[in-house]
């Protein structure tokens, strides 16, 4: 059973272009999604996380668009760069669960 | 504020072997994780540790899992026998709390790799 679906498997984009990572949940007791960037060799590292009484959060160059009523959330990184290029998860949890994880999203940044 | 410390960093073993892995989470953190990460997969959680208690150990495979919080810092995950389908990442996680709103902080990992 996956929890949360995460889209596209991978993604090309060039340099200064918009990164859209798209993540889906099932279970509506969810409270917290974040978003987590993951280079080679490393544990993933928290991004930005939104908390469902907002629709959006932005943080520099990465904006969090939340939909309560269609259970979607999306990462948008603006002004992409090669630096950005990295795996990137999206998660839920809520009050004392663990958090759930997405399967991923493989960015490339090309110039 | 130093990070979650893990050891070894890679481990090569063959089936049906033993190993360890250790994790030393961030100073005062009261909830410890261990996740599972497949190669080209997102992490899977293994078991869950609020302080030396166990709070959801439901997707540790206990048959040949098994992992330790003693004095509520320090864990050590086990695995005896390994199976080829073990070779992962295994991620070390702490929070501040159980509930408490924010993210883990991650180690870097140990990869296993079973031959």
């Known amino acids: 059973q996956q929890q949360v679906k995460q889209s596209p498997q991978s993604l090309i984009v060039q340099k200064g272009g918009i990164s859209i990572i798209n993540c889906a949940y099932e279970n509506t007791a969810f409270d917290y999604f974040p978003w987590y960037q993951q280079f080679p060799g490393k544990g993933p590292a928290l991004l930005i996380a939104?908390?469902?009484?907002?629709s959006e959060k932005k943080e520099g160059r990465f904006t969090i668009s939340f939909n309560k009523s269609a259970k979607q959330f999306s990462l948008h990184i603006m002004d992409s760069q090669p630096g950005d290029s990295a795996t990137y998860f999206c998660a839920s949890k809520s009050g004392n669960t663990p958090l759930v994880f997405g399967k991923g999203t493989r960015l490339s940044v090309i110039a | 504020e130093a990070g979650v410390a893990q050891s070894p960093r890679y481990k090569i073993i063959e089936k049906r072997q033993s190993v360890a892995f250790w994790c030393n989470p961030i100073s005062g953190h009261a909830t410890l994780y261990w996740y599972q990460q497949i190669l080209g997969q997102g992490p899977k959680l293994l078991i869950q540790?609020?302080?030396?208690?166990?709070?959801?150990d439901s997707q540790l495979p206990k048959d040949r899992f098994s992992a330790e919080r003693l004095k509520g810092v320090d864990s050590t995950l086990k695995i005896q026998p390994a199976k080829l389908e073990d070779s992962a990442v295994y991620l070390c996680?702490?929070?501040?709390?159980?509930?408490?709103?924010?993210?883990?902080?991650f180690g870097s990992g140990t990869r296993l790799t079973v031959v």
């Open positions: 540790f609020q302080n030396n208690g166990v709070v959801d």
């Open positions: 996680a702490s929070s501040p709390g159980i509930s408490l709103w924010g993210g883990y902080t």
């Open positions: 939104i908390r469902p009484d907002v």
